[in-house]
C-alpha cells in the first residue's frame, strides 16, 4: 500500500520539530548557548537582562572548559579583582548544571550570611524568570530558603554560611562553590573547606570552584593557590588549575580622562605592561586616591603576588621575602642525632636539622633557639601539627643562614640536643629563649653540660643591686619588640642571606593583630622559626665580610 506524501504544513511541521529537538539539545549541553536565552539576571543599574557573559567571565569559563575537556572534571582556584561577576557566572553554570541533569547535587558556601542570602536570591530568580511549561524548567519540589529541589530529576541547589560545623557533612555533592574563602572564620576555614571537597566524588562530571579575593599568604585559599597549577595535567600540582583575572579586563573599571590628563611614571610604566588606556588608568587614579595604592591592589590586583604581598598587616617586607624565596638553594643534607659513646649528626631521611651550607672547621657560627612544649597535637590538613614547634637557626659569620634544627623534642632532651648542635658548630655562640620551657634546658646547659659558650644577658638583682649575669635570653614586651624590629631591617637591608623555605614562609605570616597591635603568627600559622631567627640575629656580633684581596697585591703574594 502506497504512503501517502508528506503535505507542506506537515513537511514544514516535522522541520520545525527537528529546529526544536536541536535547540533543545544544545540548550542541555551548550551552556554559552543556554545562558543569554534562559536566564535573567539584575544588572548593577537594577535591570533585569538576558545574561550575557562579560570579558572576565567569559576568559574564566574558557579557562575552565579547558580544564573539562581534559580531564573530565573541574577544580579551579580564582584570584580576582572584586565585582567581576564570577559568582554570577558560576551560579548560572550551576543552575544550568543540576536543572538539565537527573541526580545532581550543587552547594554554595559563603563568609556571611548577606552574600549567602544574595546567591540564593540570584538562583531563584533564574528559577522563577523561566516560563511556566518551558523543557528548560524543571518540576519543583518542596524547597526552603536555602534550598531549591527539583524533585522528578531528584536534583538540588543548597546554599550555606561559612561558620557551621555540619556545613556539607553527609552530602554528596557534584558541585561545590566555596565564595571568597579567604573571609571564611579563621579557625574553622581549613575545615569546612576539607568536609566539603570530601563531598565530591573524583569522578568526570563534577565541579569544584574556590574564588577569592587575597587576603595574606596564610590559610586555605593560600595553600590551595600555591599548590594550583596553570596546565590541568601538571603531576606537580594539587589537581586545581590557577585562574587568576586582573582589574583591567574588566571594562567597566574606565573613565573619561579629565582635560589635561597626563600619565605618571608609574602609570606610563603601568601602560606599557598591560596595554592600558588613559581610561582606565583615570580610573584607577580614582580609586586609588579614595582607598590608597595598597588596599588598591588587594581589591583590584593586576598580577597574583600582588594580591597577596599587599593584603593583611605583614610585618616584614613581603616583596623582599618572595624574591628570596623563589631562590632558595636545595637542602645539601639532613642529618638526625645518633646517640651512643660518641653522639654525633648522621645523615638521616626524618632528621629534623636540615642543612644549606657545608660545614666550615674555620667559621664562628651563632645558635638562637625557641623552645616549645615538644606536644605535637593533632595534623592538620596542610600536614602541619597543631603544637609549636622547638626551632635552632644557625648563622656564620656573614648572617647566612646555613641550617635549621626544627620538631618536636621533650624540653629537657632539648638541652641534650642543642648542645651536640653547638659543639657540631664549633662551639658557636649559643641562646636558648628562657621563657616558659626554656628554663630547663638552660639550667642543664649550664650546670650539666656546661657548654663552653652560652649568651648571657645582664639582669638587675634587686636583692645584690647590681647587675648580674644570667644565662639565656628573655623574650618580654620591651625586648620581643627589640629583636622583630632588629629582624625587620635586616631583611630589608639584605644583611642576612635566608636559605630554608619553611622560615621564610612563616616570616610572610607574621602579622600585627589588628584587635591588639602585637606582633604575631596569623591564626592557623606558627612563628617558631620567626622567633628562633630574631634571637639569633639579635645575638649575632655584625656580619663579618673577607675583604677579597688582589692576588697580585702584596699580601696577596705572602
Same mark, same amino acid.
Given at each position: 500500500?502506497?504512503v501517502a506524501?508528506?503535505?507542506?504544513?506537515?513537511?514544514?511541521?516535522?522541520a520545525?520539530?527537528?529546529?526544536?529537538?536541536?535547540?533543545?539539545?544544545?540548550?542541555l549541553n551548550?551552556?554559552?548557548?543556554? !545562558?543569554?536565552?534562559?536566564?535573567?539576571?539584575r544588572?548593577?543599574?537594577?535591570?533585569?537582562l538576558?545574561f550575557k557573559?562579560?570579558?572576565?567571565?567569559?576568559q574564566f569559563f574558557?579557562q575552565?572548559?579547558?580544564?573539562?575537556?581534559?580531564?573530565g572534571?573541574?577544580r579551579?582556584?580564582?584570584l580576582?579583582?572584586? /565585582?567581576?561577576?564570577?559568582?554570577?557566572?558560576?551560579g548560572a553554570?550551576?543552575?544550568?548544571?543540576?536543572?538539565?541533569h537527573k541526580?545532581?547535587? !550543587?552547594?554554595?558556601i559563603?563568609?556571611?550570611?548577606?552574600s549567602t542570602?544574595?546567591?540564593f536570591?540570584?538562583?531563584?530568580?533564574?528559577?522563577?524568570?523561566?516560563?511556566p511549561?518551558h523543557?528548560?524548567?524543571?518540576?519543583?519540589? !518542596?524547597?526552603?530558603?536555602?534550598?531549591?529541589?527539583?524533585?522528578?530529576?531528584?536534583?538540588?541547589?543548597m546554599? *550555606?554560611?561559612?561558620?557551621?560545623?555540619?556545613?556539607?557533612? +553527609?552530602?554528596?555533592?557534584?558541585?561545590?562553590?566555596?565564595s571568597?574563602?579567604?573571609?571564611?572564620?579563621?579557625?574553622k576555614?581549613?575545615?569546612?573547606?576539607n568536609?566539603?571537597?570530601?563531598a565530591?566524588p573524583?569522578?568526570?562530571?563534577?565541579?569544584?570552584?574556590?574564588e577569592?579575593?587575597?587576603?595574606?599568604?596564610?590559610?586555605p585559599?593560600?595553600?590551595?593557590?600555591q599548590? !594550583?597549577?596553570?596546565?590541568?595535567l601538571?603531576?606537580? +600540582?594539587? +589537581?586545581f588549575?590557577?585562574?587568576?583575572?586582573?582589574?583591567?579586563?574588566?571594562d567597566?573599571?574606565?573613565?573619561?580622562p579629565?582635560?589635561?590628563?597626563?600619565?605618571?611614571?608609574?602609570?606610563?610604566?603601568?601602560?606599557?605592561?598591560?596595554?592600558?588606556?588613559?581610561?582606565?588608568?583615570?580610573?584607577?587614579?580614582?580609586?586609588?586616591?579614595?582607598?590608597?595604592l595598597?588596599?588598591?591592589? /588587594?581589591?583590584?590586583?593586576?598580577?597574583?603576588?600582588?594580591?597577596?604581598?599587599?593584603?593583611?598587616r605583614?610585618?616584614?617586607?613581603l616583596?623582599k621575602?618572595h624574591?628570596?624565596l623563589?631562590?632558595?638553594?636545595?637542602?645539601?643534607?639532613?642529618?638526625?642525632?645518633?646517640?651512643?659513646?660518641k653522639?654525633?649528626?648522621?645523615?638521616?631521611?626524618?632528621?629534623?636539622?636540615?642543612?644549606?651550607?657545608?660545614?666550615n672547621?674555620?667559621?664562628?657560627?651563632?645558635?638562637?633557639?625557641?623552645v616549645?612544649e615538644?606536644i605535637? *597535637?593533632?595534623?592538620k590538613?596542610?600536614?602541619?601539627?597543631?603544637?609549636?614547634?622547638t626551632v635552632?637557626?644557625?648563622?656564620?659569620?656573614?648572617?647566612?643562614?646555613?641550617?635549621v634544627w626544627?620538631?618536636h623534642v621533650?624540653?629537657?632532651?632539648?638541652?641534650?640536643?642543642?648542645?651536640?648542635? *653547638?659543639?657540631?658548630?664549633?662551639d658557636?655562640?649559643?641562646?636558648?629563649?628562657?621563657?616558659?620551657?626554656?628554663i630547663?634546658p638552660?639550667?642543664?646547659?649550664?650546670?650539666?653540660?656546661?657548654?663552653?659558650?652560652?649568651?648571657?644577658r645582664?639582669q638587675?638583682?634587686?636583692?645584690?643591686?647590681?647587675?648580674?649575669?644570667?644565662?639565656g635570653f628573655?623574650?618580654?614586651?620591651i625586648?620581643?619588640?627589640?629583636?622583630?624590629?632588629e629582624?625587620?631591617?635586616?631583611?630589608?637591608?639584605g644583611?642576612?642571606e635566608?636559605?630554608?623555605?619553611?622560615?621564610i614562609?612563616?616570616?610572610m605570616?607574621?602579622?600585627?593583630?589588628?584587635?591588639?597591635g602585637?606582633?604575631?603568627?596569623?591564626?592557623?600559622?606558627h612563628?617558631?622559626?620567626?622567633?628562633?631567627l630574631?634571637?639569633t640575629?639579635?645575638?649575632?656580633?655584625?656580619?663579618?665580610?673577607p675583604?677579597?684581596?688582589?692576588e697580585?697585591?702584596?699580601? *696577596?703574594?705572602?
Amino acid at each position: 500500500m502506497a504512503v501517502a506524501p508528506l503535505t507542506a504544513d506537515e513537511l514544514a511541521q516535522k522541520a520545525l520539530e527537528k529546529k526544536r529537538k536541536a535547540a533543545r539539545l544544545r540548550l542541555l549541553n551548550d551552556f554559552e548557548y543556554y !545562558a543569554p536565552r534562559i536566564l535573567k539576571i539584575r544588572t548593577k543599574t537594577g535591570e533585569t537582562l538576558p545574561f550575557k557573559l562579560n570579558r572576565a567571565q567569559r576568559q574564566f569559563f574558557e579557562q575552565i572548559l579547558d580544564q573539562w575537556q581534559k580531564t573530565g572534571r573541574v577544580r579551579v582556584v580564582v584570584l580576582k579583582a572584586r /565585582q567581576m561577576g564570577l559568582s554570577t557566572l558560576w551560579g548560572a553554570f550551576m543552575f544550568w548544571w543540576t536543572t538539565q541533569h537527573k541526580g545532581q547535587k !550543587a552547594m554554595v558556601i559563603t563568609h556571611k550570611t548577606d552574600s549567602t542570602k544574595a546567591l540564593f536570591d540570584m538562583t531563584k530568580r533564574f528559577y522563577d524568570s523561566i516560563e511556566p511549561g518551558h523543557p528548560c524548567k524543571p518540576s519543583s519540589g !518542596a524547597s526552603s530558603v536555602r534550598e531549591l529541589k527539583f524533585d522528578i530529576l531528584d536534583s538540588g541547589y543548597m546554599v *550555606g554560611t561559612a561558620g557551621s560545623d555540619t556545613v556539607g557533612r +553527609g552530602e554528596t555533592l557534584q558541585l561545590v562553590h566555596a565564595s571568597e574563602l579567604g573571609l571564611w572564620p579563621k579557625g574553622k576555614a581549613a575545615d569546612i573547606l576539607n568536609g566539603l571537597l570530601q563531598a565530591v566524588p573524583k569522578n568526570d562530571d563534577t565541579f569544584v570552584a574556590i574564588e577569592s579575593t587575597a587576603r595574606g599568604t596564610s590559610g586555605p585559599f593560600y595553600e590551595y593557590w600555591q599548590g !594550583a597549577r596553570l596546565d590541568p595535567l601538571d603531576p606537580e +600540582g594539587n +589537581g586545581f588549575i590557577q585562574v587568576f583575572l586582573p582589574w583591567f579586563i574588566q571594562d567597566e573599571y574606565c573613565e573619561e580622562p579629565i582635560e589635561g590628563f597626563t600619565r605618571t611614571l608609574d602609570e606610563e610604566e603601568l601602560a606599557e605592561k598591560h596595554g592600558l588606556s588613559d581610561g582606565q588608568l583615570m580610573w584607577r587614579r580614582r580609586k586609588v586616591a579614595a582607598d590608597g595604592l595598597d588596599l588598591f591592589k /588587594q581589591e583590584y590586583p593586576s598580577n597574583a603576588m600582588e594580591a597577596f604581598l599587599t593584603s593583611g598587616r605583614p610585618v616584614f617586607n613581603l616583596e623582599k621575602l618572595h624574591e628570596r624565596l623563589a631562590v632558595c638553594p636545595n637542602i645539601i643534607h639532613r642529618l638526625g642525632l645518633q646517640l651512643g659513646p660518641k653522639p654525633e649528626f648522621m645523615p638521616d631521611p626524618r632528621g629534623e636539622l636540615l642543612v644549606y651550607r657545608e660545614h666550615n672547621p674555620a667559621e664562628s657560627y651563632t645558635i638562637g633557639s625557641d623552645v616549645a612544649e615538644g606536644i605535637p *597535637g593533632a595534623r592538620k590538613s596542610n600536614g602541619e601539627f597543631e603544637g609549636d614547634y622547638t626551632v635552632a637557626q644557625v648563622f656564620d659569620s656573614r648572617k647566612r643562614q646555613v641550617a635549621v634544627w626544627r620538631g618536636h623534642v621533650d624540653p629537657d632532651f632539648w638541652a641534650t640536643t642543642v648542645y651536640h648542635l *653547638g659543639l657540631y658548630y664549633n662551639d658557636a655562640l649559643l641562646a636558648v629563649e628562657v621563657n616558659n620551657q626554656g628554663i630547663l634546658p638552660n639550667t642543664r646547659l649550664e650546670k650539666d653540660f656546661d657548654y663552653p659558650n652560652l649568651y648571657r644577658r645582664l639582669q638587675y638583682d634587686k636583692m645584690r643591686d647590681e647587675e648580674v649575669a644570667k644565662v639565656g635570653f628573655k623574650t618580654d614586651q620591651i625586648s620581643k619588640p627589640l629583636i622583630i624590629s632588629e629582624l625587620r631591617a635586616a631583611i630589608r637591608d639584605g644583611t642576612i642571606e635566608l636559605n630554608d623555605q619553611k622560615t621564610i614562609q612563616e616570616l610572610m605570616t607574621f602579622v600585627v593583630n589588628p584587635n591588639t597591635g602585637g606582633m604575631e603568627a596569623e591564626y592557623g600559622s606558627h612563628d617558631d622559626t620567626v622567633m628562633a631567627l630574631a634571637i639569633t640575629n639579635h645575638i649575632h656580633e655584625g656580619r663579618f665580610d673577607p675583604i677579597e684581596v688582589p692576588e697580585d697585591s702584596y699580601f *696577596g703574594s705572602i
